[in-house]
């Protein structure tokens, strides 16, 4: 591997520690972005640079702040480019306390980590200052730091592309080794459904009952029956799906005593797919699913549930060609670090899904986050160094 970039490893890692120990998970994100905005301004990013947008305002959860901000002026003429990555982690990280161990770094304690996407909070700041402290040439470049990723990729949905300044390729950081470079992503449709039946003593007269939960089960039965569960191949597509919520109100359980025939369900589930159409198509699948459902459990009098369905596009699906500038300039920046590309499609939604709907080819790499989600979560150092000098190489590379 290459090692004539100019990178402070020491440096690099103690970013990276720093903003693993601050707390930030989905939607409180405010001190994290504080603590960004803070190292930028010690690294020689003048305070006038840094902005917060008010994505935050449309996000249909509370969410504190905005996504972050960052343009850095070029020093030689070329077209503006996007580095990407998200503040918040998942629940599992509040209280997270890092800890070096070797080549990586593990939680203290019984949380996860925060490595996705801190590692990517970290290496932006890293491209930062290595360009600032060693006057790298290079183009315009915008810093963007996203909100809520981790609950619905809500910040990068929300963000207004005018705000970037017009980049041609983004770089998004959310990935685990170097060499891995995404370039696309399924797309998301979330459903659910809500089943109004009617109470009745299950013992005196369950023939004036109308089931909800008994809806549910035959819709979720007739949907497995027509191939819409789990891995779904069909001569029109092929995705996922998956049934998450079966339950009552507010959370609670769908019904409260044995001898009552339960009157209302909730029941919230998913569907994937590299086609934007072929997830709708599963939707639909299910939808059709619970209207045979509804008419197949009635009361004594022949009435049935009240069953309100409705679906909505989470993210949508993108692919790049392996062609594309972002990803020749990628393969290129790793060809002249030693390292051997591995071109991925991701069964899961990114920032970039969204940043690619908004008209900005973006390619994903990684920084060394591993076993996320988990409290067996680590980052991985050498991966970390690795996912540096790659964003450094692609900040500054004549392309």
């Not at 010690?42 to 504190?64: C, H, M, Q, W, Y």
């Not at 590309?341 to 899904?353: C, E, H, R, V, Y």
Request: proline share 6%.
């Amino acid at each position: 591997m290459s090692t004539a970039i100019p990178l402070d490893v020491p440096a690099a890692i103690d970013h990276l520690m720093n903003f693993l120990s601050v707390e930030g998970v989905t939607g409180h994100e405010a001190d994290i972005a504080a603590a960004v905005s803070s190292a930028l301004k010690k690294v020689g990013v003048p305070e006038s640079a840094i902005r917060f947008d008010d994505a935050n305002k449309r996000i249909p959860l509370p969410t504190e702040t905005g996504n972050l901000i960052v343009d850095l002026p070029g020093t030689r003429p070329g077209p503006r480019l996007l580095f990407s990555t998200h503040l918040d982690t998942v629940p599992l990280c509040a209280g997270a306390k890092p800890k070096r161990e070797g080549d990586r770094i593990v939680s203290e304690g019984k949380t996860a980590l925060g490595g996705d996407a801190r590692t990517g909070v970290a290496l932006l700041v890293v491209v930062a200052e290595t360009l600032i402290k060693h006057k790298l040439p290079h183009p315009p470049i915008t810093l963007l730091f996203t909100v809520r990723e981790e609950s619905g990729l809500h910040g990068a949905r929300e963000l207004d592309p005018k705000e970037l300044n017009g980049p041609v390729m983004c770089i998004n950081v959310d990935g685990q080794n170097a060499a891995e470079l995404i370039i696309g992503a399924v797309g998301q449709e979330n459903w659910e459904v809500e089943i109004t039946g009617r109470a009745s003593h299950a013992g005196v007269a369950p023939e004036k009952g109308i089931s909800a939960t008994l809806v549910g089960a035959i819709a979720l039965a007739e949907a497995q029956q027509a191939g819409w569960f789990g891995k779904v191949v069909k001569p029109e597509g092929r995705g996922t799906s998956n049934v998450g919520i079966f339950g009552g109100k507010d959370g609670k359980p769908a019904g409260d005593a044995t001898n009552v025939v339960t009157d209302y369900a909730f029941i919230k589930g998913e569907a994937r797919s590299p086609e934007a159409s072929f997830a709708k198509a599963i939707a639909k699948g299910y939808e059709e699913a619970f209207a045979k459902a509804k008419v197949a459990v009635t009361d004594h009098e022949g009435d049935t549930a009240d069953v309100k369905y409705n679906h909505v596009t989470s993210y949508p699906p993108f692919k790049l060609e392996e062609n594309s500038p972002v990803v020749k300039r990628a393969i290129k920046a790793l060809g002249i670090l030693g390292i051997e590309p591995k071109i991925l499609f991701s069964n899961g939604g990114l920032d970039a899904n969204w940043l690619d709907k908004h008209g900005i080819p973006t390619i994903t790499i990684g920084a060394g986050q591993a076993e996320i989600h988990t409290i067996k979560e680590y980052v991985n150092l050498v991966e970390y160094e690795k996912g540096c000098r790659l964003g450094i190489l692609m900040a500054t590379m004549d392309v």
